[in-house]
Structure formats: structure tokens, C-alpha cells
């Protein structure tokens, strides 16, 4: 069971704007910022969203984060087919002295 | 560019020890922190621990603490990560990864460090 909750799946369209939400506690996200990666199909995870809403050079403005209290989230706008991949939010845990990840969310685009 | 290549896929007795190898490029391998993750088939992400190539200094998740070392050979540009007493438990796929900043807290605001880019991963199966 992970340190961070995810929901196990979510679903859209073409075009369509899902979120993804991770929660967690005061020791994790309540502190420390939240990272985002991205799993497609058969290959490594790769960073997403960085300090809870930074985006790396090369990643589209369709993917955005935010975070408030215990809990962040990751938005995707304009859903594309190959935005279909396991979404992974992660956090320092400051009692566990650990990087924790959530159990990941499998967009599937429809 | 930034690149980690890791050695190939193992198969291990029960009992029995992994290394597993993260080959840097691109860029300069002592001026990064390396982490290491591991993905069993169809479950999240558990990261491991850390390692600074520059000081050789660790840290080790507690599950891990007493069968993992992380090891580098900085004439190499290479990382290692070795896991000991196997148990089909460890059966899962091992990623690497770049610590693009380490984690920090400064005026009141704490970061959590950021990985990128991840080795391609290797798979070591653990079996009878």
C-alpha cells in the first residue's frame, strides 16, 4: 500500500481536460513539494511537473500541477491519444526519510 | 545528450546477489546525485536510496538498509547497486536515475528533489 493515494484509473476523450489527484499527509505533501512522472507503456518513468507546478523544457503546457494542504493535482488539456500512460506523483516523507510515490493512476484515453 | 544505460536482465537462485550497473553520459557523472528505484511487474514505484558519486556518500530506505550497497567507479562513469539474499519478493524491474537537484529545505519551504532522466531499467527475476 502506498505512502501516497492515488485513484487507480482515469478515463477521457480526445480534447477533453482530465485531473489526476494524489493525497497525502503533513510529513509528506503537507511539507515538500510535489514531482509528477509520466510511465507510457513498456518503458521508464520519465519527470512530468517539477516543484509542484513547473514544467521541464519539452513537456507541452497541456500538462499542469498544483498542490494545496496534503493533496496535489495533475491536469492534462486537450487529451491526445498518446497522453495514454501511468501517472505517478511523488513527495520526501520526512518521517520515513524516504521518497514515497503514489500507487499511480493509468489514463486511458477513449 | 543525458543518457543512462544499465546492464541487462538477470535471472537469480533465491538467496543469491544482484549488481546491477548505470552507465553515465552527457554529462559530468560526479556533479549529480544517482537514485535508485525498483517497479515490480504491475505495482508503483519504491525508491530505494541515494548515492552521491562525488563523496561516495549513501542513504538507504529502511527496508533496504541491510541488503543493498550503492557503489560507483567515477573512472567508469558508472553507478551500482547491489541487493543481497534474494527472495522472489525482489522479482521486479530496477531503475536508475539522475538527481537533477537533491531535495532541500530553505526559508521555510521544503523541496523534494527531482530525477531525470531514468535508466531504461533493468529486470531481475528471482526464481527456483
Known amino acids: 500500500q502506498s505512502v501516497l493515494t492515488q485513484s487507480p484509473s482515469a478515463s477521457g476523450t480526445p480534447g477533453q481536460r482530465v485531473t489526476i489527484s494524489c493525497s497525502g499527509s503533513?510529513?509528506?505533501?503537507?511539507?515538500?513539494?510535489v514531482n509528477w512522472y509520466q510511465q507510457l507503456p513498456g518503458t521508464a518513468p520519465k519527470l512530468l511537473i517539477y516543484?509542484?507546478?513547473q514544467r521541464p523544457s519539452g513537456v507541452p503546457d497541456r500538462f499542469s500541477g498544483s498542490k494545496s494542504g496534503t493533496s496535489a493535482s495533475l491536469a492534462i488539456s486537450g487529451l491526445q491519444s498518446e497522453d495514454e500512460a501511468d501517472y505517478y506523483c511523488?513527495?520526501?516523507?520526512?518521517?520515513?526519510?524516504?521518497?514515497?510515490f503514489g500507487g499511480g493512476t493509468k489514463l486511458t484515453v477513449l | 545528450q543525458v543518457q543512462l544505460v544499465q546492464s541487462g536482465a538477470e535471472v537469480k537462485k533465491p538467496g543469491a546477489s544482484v549488481k546491477v550497473s548505470c552507465k553515465a553520459s552527457?554529462?559530468?557523472?560526479?556533479?549529480?546525485?544517482i537514485i535508485w528505484v525498483r517497479q515490480a511487474t504491475g505495482q508503483g514505484l519504491e525508491w530505494m536510496g541515494w548515492?552521491?558519486?562525488?563523496?561516495?556518500?549513501?542513504a538507504y530506505a529502511q527496508a533496504f538498509q541491510d541488503r543493498v550497497t550503492m557503489t560507483r567507479d567515477t573512472s567508469k562513469n558508472t553507478a551500482y547497486m547491489e541487493l543481497t539474499s534474494l527472495t522472489s519478493e525482489d522479482t521486479a524491474v530496477y531503475y536508475c536515475?539522475?538527481?537533477?537537484?537533491?531535495?532541500?529545505?530553505?526559508?521555510?519551504?521544503?523541496?523534494?528533489?527531482?530525477?531525470?532522466?531514468w535508466g531504461q531499467g533493468t529486470l531481475v527475476t528471482v526464481s527456483s
Open positions: 548515492m552521491n558519486p562525488n563523496s561516495d556518500t549513501t
Open positions: 552527457g554529462y559530468t557523472f560526479i556533479s549529480y546525485d
Open positions: 511523488a513527495a520526501w516523507d520526512a518521517s520515513l526519510n524516504v521518497v514515497v
Open positions: 516543484t509542484n507546478d
Open positions: 536515475a539522475r538527481v537533477v537537484v537533491r531535495g532541500y529545505c530553505n526559508a521555510g519551504s521544503c523541496y523534494t528533489g527531482w530525477f531525470d532522466p
Open positions: 503533513s510529513s509528506n505533501i503537507g511539507t515538500y513539494t
